[in-house]
């Protein structure tokens, strides 16, 4: 069973920054796309940066320039640095990991809440 677990959430001030991390129970080369999903209350969940084995990113818009997304294979972690951190930032954050044959995992999600 493959355990995905985020860490790093928290409440920041607008333009604060946080470095959120997820670990996985397995190696990380049985995935070959690792990402970090958001929803906020009332919203469906959506992308916010993915990375391939390779090492591709991939960032919704909104967040390009703020965001960076990065892996440690050999640590089995994926990170997501979030700076200049906004209100609409807000959200419980999700780390999403799919394997080569598809089949997709979730972490249990970790809440970002930017306030002053």
């Known amino acids: 069973q493959v355990q995905l677990l985020e860490s790093g959430g928290g409440l920041v001030q607008p333009g604060g920054t946080l470095r959120l991390s997820c670990a996985a129970s397995t190696s990380f080369f049985s995935f070959n796309l690792m990402g970090w999903y958001r929803q906020a209350p009332g919203k469906e969940r959506e992308s916010v940066a993915v990375?391939?084995?390779?090492?591709?990113?991939n960032y919704r818009d909104s967040v390009k320039g703020r965001f960076t997304i990065s892996r440690d294979n050999a640590k089995n972690t994926v990170s997501l640095q979030m700076n200049s951190l906004k209100p609409e930032d807000t959200a419980v954050y999700f780390c999403?990991?799919?394997?080569?044959?598809?089949?997709?995992?979730w972490g249990q999600g970790t809440q970002v809440t930017v306030s002053s």
């Open positions: 990375i391939t084995t390779g090492g591709t990113t």
């Open positions: 999403y990991a799919k394997n080569a044959g598809g089949r997709g995992y």
